[in-house]
């Protein structure tokens, strides 16, 4: 009954921010699966995957009525997404995960930064 | 072409598991100057398409836990509704305000997380040491 209070909590959490930002809902879920709920990184981060869809398809439902859906943009990035996910996979084995975790980071602080200013 | 390069690097970052999603609406929003909602709602387009890959090869793997992936998804759904709402309705600088904030949050647990990661890898050289100490 706690663990099942914990779940919906998290679901409602992460609900929110994917509603709210369309992001970042995943960055909530997987630390939350991994200490909480102790899962290995793997499988966190596939449940993860699997339980953030329907939101964004939620989500996605409500920036399709408020005319926020720009299909030009959207399959033009999503199609350099496609490239990216191949790019990384090889990358990851040249690069070290941390490199790119301190590349992230400092992107991540002055873009944040940008956006309150 | 600018967008095909920026779907380029947030395919990239998601390959590692950081926030693909968060560099996508970065990048059109803050430095191509797209509207944040307009940002945020191409993000959603391009998660469909590779979330659904992820899923089917994930589901293949066994590495889905339904009891914990499907009560978080439907209580999602809830959450995503209101948070929507909101969003759709707010106007862009405080949307943009309030993301930073939220990224703030982000900066400071992977900046955590990579202190894990180096506290982990000097315990793991130091039992190396130790074995091979006691080896010889």
Known sequence: ?117 | MMEVLTGVISGVVSGTGMGGGTILILILSVFMGIDQHIAQATNLIFFVPTSITAIITTIKDKLIDWKIGIPVAISGIIGAIVGAKISVNMDVEHLKKYFGYFLILITIYEIYSLIKLYKKDSKRNNNVNYNLERRF
């Open chain 1, 1 to 117: 009954m706690k663990n099942m209070i914990k779940k919906i909590l998290l679901g409602i959490v992460a609900g929110l921010i994917s509603g709210l930002f369309a992001a970042g809902g995943g960055m909530i879920v997987v630390p939350i699966l991994t200490h909480v709920f102790k899962m290995d990184e793997a499988k966190a981060r596939a449940t993860c995957i699997f339980a953030i869809l329907p939101m964004v398809i939620t989500s996605g439902f409500f920036y399709y009525s408020n005319n926020f859906i720009d299909w030009q943009t959207g399959v033009k990035c999503a199609l350099g997404g496609i490239i990216g996910g191949f790019l990384g996979a090889k990358l990851l084995k040249i690069a070290s995960n941390k490199v790119l975790k301190i590349t992230f980071i400092i992107f991540l602080a002055y873009v944040s930064i940008k956006l309150i200013i």
